[in-house]
């Protein structure tokens, strides 16, 4: 059999695959591009489930369809989906270990192509002399998430989401108990925009985006800690498709990136009303540059090892001094330059937490929007490479 020229087909965003090998004789056999298969199987692996009560969630599901294979692997909560395109027997299904699928696909290099014969109990993969033979487990049992019609349907530039969700996803709580809190609250904020907030009760962080009329009336939604890394991870990269589509149904979510799919359950609560600690008065402005400021916080907290250590903020005209302290081992203090001319003022804050929302700042020069020492921070990047984003931080006794 003549092995078919996949070089140029090496990602799961390709739609311009190369034509499929001829259809194997096996009854149930399929011959597709070794490296198309790895990069599906890769994309799809991170929802595979290490659960040893339910082992089928650690396979991944892999069937014929009318082009070649779609894959799929499922934790319950949330399904990622990708096809392949081959030469495959209508009647091919079969799940093998993900894990260890992607592994062989990595390490066997033996050719172009592999073949796939599904038995009973064991998957034979043909690498061109190398055989590898994986346990299965039965089709029947792998589940599926089942949607039924989406009422709500739209697409957004991909940049433009995946830069909501990850100015967002450091604030996610993971505190089970207020699991309403574990997720990106989307919702349709002012006209026009698309707004994205997360939260753990600490920390705020807010991105909007330019919306499209066709999510109008969506309802807001809370999508899950792992299903935004998930999108994060689909949309990385410069393969990555200039859009993505999302669907809204009734408690699910579906978000396609290229060939990928992600179906996913929606958190089932009631966000909060998170404008209510949004500061809309705070007058005293305090600019600073980003890099100075983290690296004099990362100095001054070296004596406090501990997590949750404060760093007390002490302005006055002009200058910025940190001071950290620690009963056990004394104290630190910088002095830096900044952008102050109201009354002297001193503010306690987290610093771990203050060094994750000035990570997530783009600008060369982070605005620090306060009241007074015991009301939360507005946070804003000071450029336009920051529109659109704000981080509130509650401040911390000191």
């Known amino acids: 059999m003549t092995k078919p020229d996949l070089s140029t087909a090496s990602h799961p965003y390709s739609s ?21 298969l790895s990069a599906a199987v890769n994309a799809v692996a991170r929802a595979a489930a290490d659960r040893k009560s339910i082992p089928i969630l650690a396979n991944v599901l892999l069937q014929a369809t009318g082009a070649g294979l779609i ?68 089709t029947v049992d792998f589940p599926q998430i ?68 066709s999510s109008a009336g969506m309802p807001g939604v809370i999508v899950p800690r792992q299903t935004v890394a998930e999108l994060i991870y689909a949309a990385r990269g410069k393969g990555a498709p200039e859009t993505v589509t999302i669907r809204l149904g009734d408690g699910l979510s579906q978000f396609v990136i290229g060939d990928i799919v992600i179906t996913s359950k929606l958190i089932n609560g009631t966000f909060p009303n998170y404008a209510r600690v949004v500061p809309s008065g705070n007058d005293k ?41 620690d009963p056990d081992t004394g104290s630190a203090s910088a ?37 007074d020492s015991g009301s939360p921070a507005l946070i804003r990047g000071a450029g336009d490479a920051d529109r659109g984003v704000s981080f509130v931080l509650m401040p911390k006794r000191i």
């Open 16 to 36: 311009d695959l190369a034509a499929a090998p001829p259809l194997p004789t096996a009854p149930a056999a399929a011959v597709v591009g070794r490296a198309l």
């Open 71 to 138: 894959l799929r692997c499922s934790d319950l909560d949330r399904e990622i989906s990708c096809p392949v395109a081959g030469a495959v027997a209508p009647n091919f299904a079969v799940t093998v270990p993900a894990h260890v699928l992607a592994k062989v696909l990595k390490e066997a290099k033996a050719g172009d192509t592999v073949t796939i014969t599904a038995g009973a109990s064991m998957a034979v993969l043909d690498f061109s002399g190398l055989k590898v033979m994986l346990n299965t487990l039965p």
């Open 146 to 213: 089942v949607a039924g019609s989406w009422a709500h349907e739209f697409t957004l530039r991909t940049a433009d989401f995946v830069r909501a969700l990850k100015r967002t996803e450091f604030a996610i709580s993971t505190e089970e108990t207020r699991y309403y809190l574990n997720g990106v609250f989307m919702h349709n904020g002012a006209p026009g925009t698309l707004r994205f907030v997360a939260t753990d009760g600490h920390k705020m962080a807010i991105a909007d985006i330019a919306a499209p009329e």
């Open 285 to 325: 402005r305090m600019t600073i540059a980003v890099e100075s400021l983290d690296t004099s916080i990362k100095q001054v907290m070296m004596l406090s090892p501990e997590r949750g250590r404060s760093v007390k903020l002490s302005m006055t005209d002009s200058r910025l001094r940190l001071c950290s302290m």
């Open 335 to 371: 002095d830096l330059a900044c952008d102050y001319a109201s009354d002297p003022m001193d503010i306690g804050f987290n610093s771990e937490y203050l060094r994750s929302i000035l990570a997530n700042v783009e600008s060369d020069s982070v605005a620090f929007m306060l009241a």
